[in-house]
């Protein structure tokens, strides 16, 4: 089992930036990736993801060149830095961890478990 628990949302004006923090406990050392999601209707989309053996991102197209994923393989911890909010950015974002390799990271499915959330609202 991994525990996750995610920070640092919040409530943040047009263009600016916020920093989600999330951290694994129990068994971490089978962690292939981590991953951002978020929803703000229906689904659940896929945000950022990063490979835990070095460090390879991949992000949606809608958040590029505005939100970077990191990670600190010594603290089990994944961030998210979020710049230039848009209103359109507003979801309860989540926190995901993959065990072991999976060829795609897309889906919610090609992940093994969740955090609870936390709610990002951006302002006009």
């Known amino acids: 089992q991994v525990q996750l628990v995610e920070s640092g949302g919040g409530l943040v004006q047009v263009g600016g930036s916020l920093r989600l923090s999330c951290v694994a406990s129990?068994?971490?050392?089978?962690?292939?990736?981590m991953g951002w999601f978020r929803q703000a209707r229906k689904e659940r989309e896929f945000v950022a993801t990063v490979?835990?053996?070095?460090?390879?991102?991949a992000y949606a197209d809608s958040v590029k060149g505005r939100f970077t994923i990191s990670r600190d393989n010594a603290k089990n911890a994944v961030y998210l830095q979020m710049n230039s909010l848009k209103p359109e950015d507003t979801a309860l974002y989540y926190c995901?961890?993959?065990?072991?390799?999976?060829?795609?990271?897309?889906?919610?499915?090609?992940?093994?478990?969740w955090g609870q959330g936390t709610q990002v609202t951006v302002s006009s």
């Open positions: 129990g068994r971490t050392y089978s962690t292939y990736r």
């Open positions: 995901a961890h993959r065990e072991y390799f999976r060829g795609s990271y897309h889906w919610t499915t090609d992940y093994d478990y």
């Open positions: 490979r835990w053996s070095d460090g390879t991102t």
